[in-house]
């Protein structure tokens, strides 16, 4: 395997600053003047088409493809000639994109080998990230700037060899050793700036707060930039990855869930892990709701957001003597001095009386307004600073956003607390803002970030999502605007980015680890309790769910030496979906070929050799069986407990002890459940089995999850 690392970005639909190379989307996108457009033209739509490849084109090459794909079109097209084709997929899926109207859809269905097509559809980019301190390579959101300081490559070793992917910056800009490819896949967007993506080091700081150093987690990661906006092209650049033979994918975009033949970052990954890709996925940010986790197919990693312990603290001392810990993007010489009268308006979503020189209360009011328009109310009514109360569903989580005037962002429960003290205090309600700096050691850190994604995931057959956590909130990195300046952003791309940094340091060090086995070893070495010792939480205080948390928080120098890893081979995907009840033609468009399920055998989700375990107890027992494999020293003993599960829930693991005479040796066990409670009504029990080794130092920790109907 390689010696150097390509790191895979995959970005959305955000501005770029160089042509397009290919076109794609509906009609509006391709250069057609209104006169010659008909009434075909008007109705075209993109469409992702299905193939199903005749035992000849298993091994065509791509123009041969290209060639086939073109015979499902209709000919001669009846329209003003603009191209109908948009991409011809190789890899990541079988079939193409095409732009054609639901009539011509209809008549390919007669043609031998379709299987079924469907609209292409935008993709949802969980953004706002630019890059952290510690571990991190690198991910984007809004195009390139290659000029940033982040990206310089003095000091980069050449890209490996086999690189054969292509720049397509406009000159004079030009990849470097660091940023060595880069493609579009997008013709929509105006044109743009900026590149969020760095691996090197750097000194960063934003208004001489969080300063420090910021160095990528694989410095010596090459960095590949596909950027994509809709479905079909995300397909083409997955296609593109895989031909370019990149180690790592991160992928910063959300599709829908929903059933994997209808997903196409389903069906694209997939492709990719097969070819021993390794994908780190952002888990989406649409929590805290329940199933709001996406890229929850098996085959990926996916990443949910927690907290860090680096706050930007302002103490809020109030009239009455309490203090409370607000977090603030200003710094000393912003924030007012002094003791302010506190004002707490209904509202802080349109214009504002009475607040000159006061420190304005406002609750944050995610979807109605953003706080940087709060604040900006605050100030043209001569408020002093703004107080911003998250809402209940924020809870503990503070996402620090720019403001133009001073502002310091408190949680929910602190938010409750000021709102009492001001009504209590009947209009004589004062406050001092005491800025600290950058403090570190915030406890209890890490908690899961309120808008990170949550399982149960409806699509996958109860396998636990999201799989691990890792920071995502706050964090710093380049600046759109500038090619020195950094900026506060959060989201599950962040984490995504990190995850992805360190699966690619694992690809270095352990050349023979599959996909699976890395994300085996990120999730077994996980923590769960936090810098207190407690289960960590949520942003509502309490203990969070394994269905928020996964695994646990990464640690990153315990990823390399795990113990036991869980393995999976490709084909237990296939079975995987088989046994979820797929149709063989639903199966094929997920497994780009002919699969036959009756000969390939199916396998019940919670019996994929996955690190983590969820059954659901329909009564009476279930049983499941685990195969690990020894990392660690020749001969190592293991024995398994259970903990943490509530005593309704009885757990039997067979046999309990396991002894290893060689590395690589693979042993299996079962863990069988068992509900002994009362009346279960769709309660969710949770716990660990852990594996202690005798012989070393390892600790390999499975979670389980049951779910009792
Ligand atoms: C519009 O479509 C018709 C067929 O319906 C085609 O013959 C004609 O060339 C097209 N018109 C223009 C202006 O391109
Ligand atoms: C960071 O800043 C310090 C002090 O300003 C300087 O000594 C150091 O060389 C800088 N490091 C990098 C990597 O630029
Ligand atoms: C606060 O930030 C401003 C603008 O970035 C900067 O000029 C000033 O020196 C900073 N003050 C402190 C105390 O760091
Ligand atoms: C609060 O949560 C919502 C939903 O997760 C998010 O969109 C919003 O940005 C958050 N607002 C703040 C101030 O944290
Ligand atoms: C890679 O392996 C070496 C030798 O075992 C180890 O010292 C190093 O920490 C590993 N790298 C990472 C990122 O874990």
Redesign the pocket.
Known sequence: MAEKMIVFLLLVSLPFFFCPILALGGDRLMPVSVEARNSTDSRLETYIVHVRKPEHMLSAGREELESWHKSFLPSPPSDSGAPRLVYSYERALSGFAARLTPEEVADMEAKEGFLFAYPDEPLAAETTWRYGMGMIVGVIDSGINPDHVSFGDNLFPDPPERWKGRCDLNAPRKCNKKLIGVRNFDSEGPQAEALDVTGNIVNVSFNGLADGIAAGAAPGGHLSIYRASMASGLVAAIDEAIRDRVDVICLAMTLPTGEFHRNDIAIATLSAVESGIFVSCAAG????HRGSVRNDAPWVLTVGAGTMDRALRVILHLGDGEKYEGESLHNATMIPTGSLRLAHPSSCSSPLKGVVGTAVLCR?Q??AIS?ARQAWHVMEAGGAAMI?M??H??GS???L?DTALPTV?ITYRDGQQLVSYFESARGSATVELLPMGTTYQAAPTPTVA??SGRGPSSANGGILKPDIIVSGVNILGPALSSNTGFAFSSGTSASAAILTSIAAMMRKNHTEWSPAVIRSAIMTSSDYLDNEMNPIRDETGGAASAFTLGAGHVKPHMVNDPGLVYDIVPEDYLRYLCGLGYTQMQVEAVARRGVDCESLGSLLPEQLNYPSIAVTLRGGRTTVTRTVRNEGPEASFYRGQVVGMPADVVVEVNPSELNFREKGEYQSFTVTFFYGGGAGGNQVYEGNLIWSAATSIHTVRTPLVVTVA
């Open positions: 940010n649409r929590g805290p944050s995610p979807a706080p911003l998250n809402d569903l924020n989580t503070i996402v956003a962002a309120s808008f």
